[in-house]
């Protein structure tokens, strides 16, 4: 059995507040891997374009209403939908670059301060999906962010909120978590995520299993 073989992909997931880089650095992680010779594919969360996506859709647009708890679990599913095929490009020897995930989730409605639905409540649904084995905080004050031409006009692109966000996002760093200054430049937040994707990259290509989330 060649190396090749029993190696699998790695899963680099990028977390922050709005407006803090994610997107642009995600994109250009996957032009330098796939530079590299590293097969590369960029996900992002949530995916609007399954049924249970544009229902988030019409919600952050601020279209429809909702429950704060049943959109939660929306945001959950369209994860768990997508779980398979998460699995099978990993297992494939693909390395995914993802554009928030279940961490956004739960600091997104945990911020929210809903009785009820406390941190651990948000962790919940997650649990058990497939665990990140980098997760790059991109991390930037809200002020900071807000001066960076200004937030959309999506549900929860507010200063307030997104002081908020980036406190649970504080409470929920864990052992795979790379924290990088977002306030950098473009090409020095990009070296370093660089170094710790490529070190991410290295240590799956030998087959580690991949970690349940949250367990
Ligand atoms: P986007 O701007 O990255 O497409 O994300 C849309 C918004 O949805 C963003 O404000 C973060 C929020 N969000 C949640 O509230 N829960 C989640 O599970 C995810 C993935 C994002």
């Not at 699995?87 to 693909?94: D, E, T």
């Not at 301060?113 to 999906?129: R, S, T």
């Not at 004050?141 to 504080?170: H, W």
């Not at 950098?184 to 710790?196: D, F, G, L, M, Y």
């Amino acid at each position: 059995v060649s190396s090749q073989k029993s190696g699998r992909g790695a899963f680099l997931l990028f977390e922050g507040v709005d407006r803090c880089g994610k997107t642009t650095q995600s994109q250009r992680l996957v032009e330098y891997l796939k530079g590299k010779g590293v097969a590369a594919e960029l996900w992002r969360f949530p995916d609007r374009y399954t049924a249970i996506g544009r229902m988030i859709d019409s919600y952050l647009s601020g279209e429809t209403e909702a429950d704060d708890a049943a959109v939660h679990l929306l945001f959950s599913a369209n994860r768990w939908e997508k779980r398979e095929a998460m699995l099978a490009a990993l297992h494939a020897g693909h390395t995914l670059v993802v554009d928030r995930y279940a961490y956004s989730g739960a600091a997104f409605t945990a911020a929210k301060k809903v009785p009820g639905l406390d941190l651990e409540w948000c962790k919940a649904p997650d649990k058990g999906l497939p665990a990140p084995d980098a997760v790059i905080y991109l991390s930037m004050s809200p002020e900071a962010a807000a001066l960076r031409g200004g937030y959309g006009k999506e549900r929860y692109e507010k200063e307030e909120m997104q002081k908020e966000v980036s406190r649970q996002f504080a409470l929920l760093a864990d052992d795979t978590w790379h924290t990088v200054d977002a306030a950098q430049s473009v090409k020095a937040v990009e070296s370093q995520v660089q170094e710790i994707a490529e070190g991410a990259v290295a240590s799956c290509s030998k087959g580690p299993p991949l970690r349940l989330l949250w367990t």
